[in-house]
């Protein structure tokens, strides 16, 4: 039976109330809400004379977006890989009789 339960993550001292389903969907949001801090802090040291705090977030909001981005071709690209290497090793084996 799916669990709801609400719990409050935070991020930049803004409590952010959630209701989650189950425990690994409340660990995904904790461990999501620290990863943005931490990306917070290295943003913050890398580029510490920006404008305004604004600039922060969004940049966040950027590298996170591109991960998102980079994981979802990914995900997508999987089955074509499965037929080149198909299709590789049906090459190797008619080479190999050759």
Do not use: C
């Not at 809400?33 to 404008?51: D, G, T």
């Amino acid at each position: 039976m799916e669990r709801k339960q609400n719990i409050t993550v935070s991020v930049e001292g803004i409590q952010l109330p959630l209701t989650v389903r189950s425990e690994d969907e409340e660990k995904m949001y904790r461990d999501a809400a620290s990863m943005i801090q931490e990306r917070l802090q290295k943003v913050r040291e890398l580029y510490p004379s920006l404008p305004n705090e604004k600039y922060y977030y969004a940049m966040v909001m950027l590298n996170t977006a591109a991960d998102a981005v980079r994981a979802s071709n990914r995900a997508n690209s999987g089955p074509i890989m499965d037929i080149i290497n198909d299709l590789n090793k049906d090459l190797e084996t008619v080479i190999s009789k050759k």
